[in-house]
């Protein structure tokens, strides 16, 4: 790919490690050869028995899984500490403990070595994860980036040049999967659940709001839709069909709110390229709305791989070998930022 710092020197591969909730996540990127590399720990069966993720828990267990998986990855490689460049890691936002055992372990590793280490933003790296596919889009494009703890869409005029167009008001896409599922007893993790089972609802049963689609802008709402779905829900027959025709009317408002929002962003800022990132990007419903939205209107709608939707080291990797090529690395101090606005990052001309 041509990107701006292309004539900048080379660093070696670059280590990635991603901690920021309740999946392990380490990777290898190099600028010449590519993703080398990637395990992922998922913590899934540990938080189910509370029905979501405990952040004391989630701590000690990246303390127990990080190191293996950096043994694990770099053997995939074939690679040896010796041979690193770099060292990224998820800075922010993110739950702060779980942040800063990511942050202790790649700072450390990267004083030991003498290698520059950079703090990399975990909705950067969402954002960017569509480039590590064969066919990456080019800036200037808008991103949805739509997740559990984010919704939002992003003008990239350039990478590292980022302006928010629209934002969560409240609960984000995937949070409100996952609440809405918890009120009508799906098993954890609610939103993966709550999408297969709309695959068994009769389209039409039931209708929801497609929240803040009737007013200009481009802000996200859909803290209503829970409230509408417990209502629903309660004056149902509480009969697995019920259930699943519930679920498809949810899963239809959720989509068709967020397809209408990205055509306005494509409107509005006459982009041709459409970056869908984050774990509700997976969504097939989403993906084949934005496809064939897409196609009538003219723009392409890019997605990084279901592996790449959700949290992950390679994209952490990824973005930050782009920053460390670029100049950009970290003070020896150990720094993360449980919340951290996407536009304060530097752009990529601008050392750290």
């Given amino acids: 790919m041509d990107f701006p710092f292309a004539k900048s ?21 190099a600028s010449d050869r590519g993703l080398l590399a990637h395990t992922l720990y998922s913590q899934i069966r540990m938080h189910a028995d509370y029905g979501g993720v405990v952040p004391e828990l989630a701590s000690r267990d990246h303390v127990r899984k990080l190191l293996p998986l950096v ?74 980036l739509v997740s559990g703890g984010h919704s939002m869409l992003v003008e ?14 409240d609960d984000a896409a995937g949070e409100a999967f996952d609440k809405t599922a918890k009120l009508m007893g799906l098993p954890y993790p609610g939103g993966p659940a709550l999408a297969a089972l709309a ?5 039409g049963r039931y209708r929801f709001a497609r929240p803040m689609t009737d007013r200009p802008g481009l802000d996200f709402s859909f803290s209503g839709l829970k409230t509408q779905v417990l209502l629903a829900w309660q004056a149902s027959d509480r009969s697995e069909q019920a259930k699943a025709d519930i679920a498809c009317a949810f899963e239809e408002a ?70 460390l090529a670029a100049g950009q690395h970290e003070t020896p101090s150990i720094a993360v930022h449980p919340r951290w606005e996407l536009e304060s990052l530097p752009s990529l001309g601008a050392a750290a």
């Avoid at 460049?85 to 942040?99: D, E, I, K, Q, R």
């Avoid at 695959?199 to 389209?203: A, E, I, R």
């Avoid at 494509?266 to 390229?273: D, E, F, L």
């Avoid at 709305?289 to 897409?294: F, H, K, Y």
């Fill in 71 to 144: 043994r694990e990855t770099l053997a995939q490689a074939g690679l040896g500490v010796a041979d690193l460049g770099g060292v990224a890691y998820t800075a922010g936002p993110g739950l702060v403990g779980a942040l800063l055992v990511g942050a202790a372990a790649a700072r450390s590793m990267a004083w030991a070595l003498g290698v520059p280490a950079i703090g990399v933003h975990h909705m950067e790296g969402h954002l960017l994860a569509p480039l590590l596919e064969a066919d990456p889009p080019q800036p200037p494009f808008v991103a949805l």
């Fill in 199 to 203: 695959g068994h609802g009769v389209p």
């Fill in 156 to 169: 990239v005029a350039a990478i590292g040049d980022y302006r928010v167009l629209g934002d969560t008001l």
């Fill in 254 to 323: 959720i989509v068709e709110t967020l397809v209408i929002k990205c055509r306005r962003a494509i409107a509005q800022t006459g982009a041709r390229s459409l970056v869908v990132a984050g774990g509700v990007g997976a969504n097939r419903s989403l993906r084949a709305q934005l496809a064939e939205a897409g196609e009538r209107e003219g723009f392409r709608a890019y997605f990084p791989r279901p592996a790449f939707c959700t949290d992950n080291g390679a994209m952490i990797a990824f973005a930050g070998a782009l920053r």
């Fill in 9 to 29: 020197p080379a660093v070696g591969p670059v280590l990635g490690i991603e901690t920021s909730c309740d999946e392990t996540g380490v990777a290898l990127y």
